[in-house]
């Protein structure tokens, strides 16, 4: 969600609008892949650009935002940095079985995920590509749809059935062609996820990629995270996802064991 979805969200008497608009031109900056200049933010934000110029030159004083003054650019400062360092609330999460994950990936040539449920999406913390030709198309801090991957699946399924219909979304986007997009269809599956530990999506976010995942368990018995294996659809078999399934599992009861 944007900012400027979130203008219709909620009540705006409690909205900080000046708060507000500074946090759209620090997003903005953060967000671009090249550094921008006074003038693009201020279009790009909708923001007088004397307005622009102040919240700009706050956030520098804080080192949130790093101004060159040969290019007269501005880019995300140092003092972000610091600021996830002290407040990330997955750093736990990314830390704890960080060598058990590597493992799954070696042993299994595979690219090896860990996400986490943010709304109706999966937010990837983490992602060890492996050596094969296959590349996946999110990255870490990417968001995806919970109802497409097996990391959502298996995220979504070990949550109260009574949150089910607030984290699936009302239309779901069809990645692919074995995308679920029927909702009757997606609950049987995650009850079969639930019935199961784990899921497996072949082909149904990313065309020729088919993933495992299983979920992290808190001790009230409801997910904090998932852990996923993804490789091409047509390097598998039925003996090699099993032996997969069960390498997965188990990493997932260790961590959480730690955790």
């Excluded at 492996?130 to 995220?155: F, I, N, Y």
């Excluded at 399924?157 to 699936?168: H, T």
């Excluded at 368990?217 to 659809?233: H, K, M, Q, R, Y």
């Amino acid at each position: 969600m944007d900012f400027q979805d979130q203008d219709t969200v909620g009540d705006n008497r409690y909205l900080v609008k000046p708060l507000y608009k500074a946090a759209q031109v620090l997003r903005t900056v953060c967000q671009s892949p090249t550094a921008l200049t006074l003038k693009d933010i201020t279009e790009l934000c909708e923001i007088p650009k004397s307005t622009v110029y102040r919240y700009l030159y706050t956030m520098q004083k804080l080192d949130m935002i790093a101004h060159d003054p040969r290019s007269e650019t501005y880019s995300p400062g140092l003092g972000l940095w610091w600021l996830m360092q002290t407040a990330d609330p997955f750093a736990n999460l990314r830390l704890v079985g960080r060598r058990q994950r590597r493992k799954l990936m070696k042993r299994f040539n595979a690219t090896v995920s860990l996400g986490v449920l943010t709304g109706s999406q999966i937010l990837y913390l983490e992602i060890i590509e492996c050596s094969r030709s296959l590349r996946m198309r999110a990255q870490p801090g990417a968001r995806d749809e919970v109802h497409s991957t097996a990391l959502g699946k298996a995220l979504l399924a070990f949550r109260p059935r009574s949150q089910w219909d607030a984290l699936i979304p009302e239309k779901m986007v069809r990645r692919t062609a074995n995308t679920i997009v029927v909702r009757r269809d997606l609950l049987e599956n995650l009850e079969q996820v639930r019935r199961n530990g784990y899921a497996i999506e072949r082909g149904e976010n990313e065309d020729g990629a088919s993933c495992i995942a299983a979920p992290i368990i808190d001790e009230n018995g409801f997910s904090v995270a998932s852990i996923s294996v993804s490789l091409p659809t047509n390097q598998t078999s039925d003996a090699l996802f099993s032996e997969i399934v069960a390498a997965v599992v188990d990493t997932c009861q260790i961590i959480q064991s730690r955790l």
